[in-house]
């Protein structure tokens, strides 16, 4: 059993910033590629920030320059530094994550319930 628990999300007003974070439990035997995603209401859920194993970041080109995922591996951790906010940011915000469980030799998706960021104008 494994799960992704995110937290850190709130109201914040354009250009301030916010950090949301997830860490991982249970049976987990290593943990591949991170990212964190969004979805505003009436819109498909889409990719913001992924990072690999060893660190390497990548961005969409919406909040490149903005937005800044870290991880921590001791402690199963994702981050997502989100500055200069736009309204247009305000969605749930998800983390997911390719995990090796114990007794598996493949990595296997999992999602967090989410957390919701709100940036007012």
């Known amino acids: 059993q494994v799960q992704l628990v995110e937290s850190g999300g709130g109201l914040v007003q354009a250009g301030e910033s916010l950090r949301v974070s997830c860490v991982a439990s249970g049976n987990i035997r290593d943990i591949k590629g991170m990212a964190w995603y969004r979805q505003a209401p009436g819109k498909q859920r889409e990719l913001v920030a992924s990072i690999t194993s060893e660190g390497k970041p990548t961005y969409v080109n919406a909040v490149e320059g903005r937005f800044t995922i870290s991880r921590d591996n001791t402690k199963a951790s994702v981050y997502l530094q989100m500055d200069s906010l736009k309204p247009e940011d305000t969605a749930v915000y998800y983390c997911?994550?390719?995990?090796?469980?114990?007794?598996?030799?493949?990595?296997?998706?999992?999602w967090g319930q989410g957390t919701q960021v709100t940036v007012s104008s």
């Open positions: 997911g994550a390719h995990i090796i469980v114990g007794g598996r030799n493949w990595p296997y998706p999992y």
